[in-house]
Structure formats: structure tokens, C-alpha cells
């Protein structure tokens, strides 16, 4: 017997970081720190009042977890968003979906500039969207010129950029968000004769880490009805577990991606448990400064040791360059030790973990390249 298989799916296998059990696992950009009993005590009763109405449906459009996260916004990036412009889903993932089930499919494009993250194309494949991918500068930057001309050929529905970008942890400045924005007014798909804008999706996963100094695509979101700013409580809020990523953008987006979106598909539980986590936003993003630091310091150490080492927004750190990288990734698997191969040949990623699990991985990754 053969099932119809979307063609494109033949041989495809199923993305996913590896999960191994091992001592030490920078691998998937996780926050190393675990929430507080207090935070986990609060969650749970949360989710036990919600537990006691499982027999009706949730919110549908989860009003009350779109204001708090619109006044942690607020607070974290001092940028003030009406609770109508936030959306929520179960992880940025899904989010992302939305986006490309309202503006994306047969005849429309989704654009981004490699190395970046690895699902985006997985995202353009499932919607039926077709994957365009420029390049980045030597170091990893936007390459203007570049995005421009390929705006100006491709016109494509959706631009996505990572900022801070995965896997090389490089943020765009508010001067680079700004030009891109203004590109894409106009360099969307032709509709009935009319030129549309290109949705710019600025995805910042990982905002909470960026430097001093680097501020938020949400600064601007006011200026640009095309802009969409996405974020998760997966990274900084340390709530990888919870699946809960949000948006901002412009009314009008939000409306339109609530004609896509499946019906109840934030689980009551998930709302719960999302909205007692944003009660504990202080404490439980508490040891983002100690990361930044920690992350700063791998970067000097990692220079000081003579690797190559990309300054990075981020929690993780893209370090290389070995002519056998899985060579390396291997060795320092076997001591109990897992990264990732990802990104450009020749380099491997780091997620930033606790002071323990960054000493562990300095004393293996010396080990292993001495006896290279």
C-alpha cells in the first residue's frame, strides 16, 4: 500500500536537536537555570484552578495572557503595545506558522539570508510556501545591498530575520531593522496589478540577551504597519517546557492571522501556567546579566585559546573553525559534553549554561583540541 505523500516530504526526516543523556547539554539554547520552588509552587496552583475547568473550553483569544505580556513588554523594552496587537501560540513555531498559513502558500515566498535558523525553511515547506535563501557577509551581518536586490527579484510575501540571528548570535542594529522596513514597503507580490508590502518578521527569541545599547525592532514597530516583532518564553523566561511564543505588530496582522489560526488553540493549562510564570518576570529572568556576562567571557576565552569566536546577542556562542568539526563534536560528546553542528562548515555552537557547566566545557574542549 502507498500513501499520497506530499511529494516534497519523501525522505524528509523529522527536525530535531539531538536529546541525549548526558551530564553537561549546551546544545539547544536553553536557560540553564531551573524556575524557583516558589515560581514552580505558583504554576502548579495556577494550573490545579485550571484543571478544575477542563470540561469547558479555553479562552479563545486568551485576552488576559496578551495584557500581561504587553505590560512586560513595557517594562523589559519600554515600549508600549495595545493587548489587541500581542498574539500567542503554542511556541514562536507556531506563530510563525500562523504567519505563513495568512500570507504565505502556492505562488508566495518566504526569504531570509543564511546562516540563520534551520526551521524557517521546514516552515516555508509545511505551508506550501517556496524557500528563498540570500547570504550574509563574511561576519555575518546583513549584506543591504544584497537584501535589496533580492527583494527587487524575488518579491517575496514574508522576510524573516533573526535578531539576535541563530546560529551566529549577531544582532541587527535599529539602523539595519529601519532600512529593511523601508524596502520592503512596496516589495511584496503583485496583487491584481497593486504592489503589497513584504511582512518583515523581526524574530528576537532571544531579545531578552541582547547588550546594552541594542535595542528592541519593538522601538519601532509604531512606524511600520508590514513589521512583526516575535518572541518565546522558552529563553530567558527559562520556560522551553511551556511552549508559549507572542507577537506584536499592527492590528490589522493580528486580525488577519486569527482567520488561520485553529480553534482554542491555546490550551487552558498553557495559559495558566504562562501567566503565573509572567507574575515571577523579575526573578525569573533575574540571571540574564549573569549570562550576558558569562557569554562575554566564553567569547574572550574562546579568542584567548585560538579559536575564532562571533560576538554574539545571544545565549550561545558559534566558535570554530576545525577542519573536521565532527571530529571535535564527537570528542567532546564522549566526555559528557553536548553542542551542536550547525551553521556554516567548520564551526560549532555553545549554549551558554551555569558557571559549572561552562568550566566543564572550557577543561573538555582544551583536552580535546590539544590532542587533535
Known sequence: MTLPLRPELAGVEPYGAPQLDVPVCLNVNENPYAPSAAVADDIAQAVKNAAATLNRYPNRDAMQLRRALADYLAKESSVLIDPGRIWVANGSNEIMLHILQAYGGQGRALMSFAPTYSMYHEYARNTGTRWIAGHRNEDFTLDLEHVQDMLERERPAVLVLASPNNPTGTALTIEEIMRVAELTRTSGPIIDKTETSTLLVIDEAYGEFRREGTPSALSVLDRYPH???????????????????????????????????????????????????????????????????????????????????????????????????????NALLERGILIRVVGPDGWLRVSVGTDEEDEAFRRALKEVTTHE
Not at 511551556?242 to 507577537?247: E, P, V
Not at 503565573?276 to 533575574?286: K, P
Not at 574562546?302 to 573553525?321: H, I, K, P, Q, T
Open 227 to 329: 513589521l512583526v516583532v516575535t518572541r518565546t518564553m522558552s529563553k530567558a523566561f527559562a520556560m522551553a517546557g511551556l511552549r508559549l511564543g507572542y507577537m506584536a505588530a499592527a492590528q490589522t496582522v493580528v486580525d488577519d492571522l486569527m482567520k488561520v489560526r485553529l480553534p482554542y488553540h491555546l490550551s487552558a493549562i498553557t495559559q495558566a501556567a504562562a501567566l503565573a510564570a509572567i507574575d515571577h518576570s523579575d526573578e525569573l529572568m533575574g540571571c540574564i546579566a549573569h549570562l550576558r556576562e558569562t557569554r562575554d567571557d566564553l567569547v574572550r576565552w574562546l579568542r584567548a585559546e585560538g579559536f575564532e569566536a562571533v560576538e554574539s546577542d545571544a545565549n550561545f556562542v558559534l566558535f570554530g573553525r576545525f577542519d573536521e568539526r565532527e571530529k571535535v563534536f
